[in-house]
């Protein structure tokens, strides 16, 4: 089993950038792939981004050519650049882990705890 850790999230101004990080303990992060959701009150969580095991990389279309997925298989981590923020962007970030790169919550075995955004406008 791996457990995910998101870290890195925070208040930004509308525009700025923030980047998160996915570590993990247990098993590497290395053997999954990964994903980033993202989740405010009283809505489903929405996928954001996801990296295979061989750097294959998807996007939302709300993110795409402002966030980039990345991983450092030697650091056991995963990280989202966040560039050109918006307020509707605010949301509470999860890392999530899975067999296989997909869009649905359901394809993840693994979930870290998540790791507030707050864009101010």
């Known amino acids: 089993q791996v457990q995910p850790v998101e870290s890195g999230g925070g208040l930004v101004q509308a525009g700025g950038s923030l980047r998160l990080s996915c570590a993990a303990s247990g098993r590497t992060l290395s053997s999954y792939a990964m994903a980033w959701f993202r989740q405010v009150p009283g809505k489903e969580r929405e996928f954001i981004a996801a990296i295979s095991r061989n750097l294959f990389t998807f996007y939302a279309d709300s993110v795409k050519g402002r966030f980039t997925i990345s991983r450092d298989n030697a650091k056991n981590t995963v990280y989202l650049q966040m560039n050109s923020l918006k307020p509707e962007d605010t949301a509470l970030y999860y890392c999530?882990?899975?067999?296989?790169?997909?869009?649905?919550?359901?394809?993840?075995?693994?979930w870290g705890q998540g790791t507030q955004v707050t864009v101010s406008s």
């Open positions: 999530a882990a899975g067999s296989k790169v997909a869009t649905t919550t359901q394809s993840y075995d693994y």
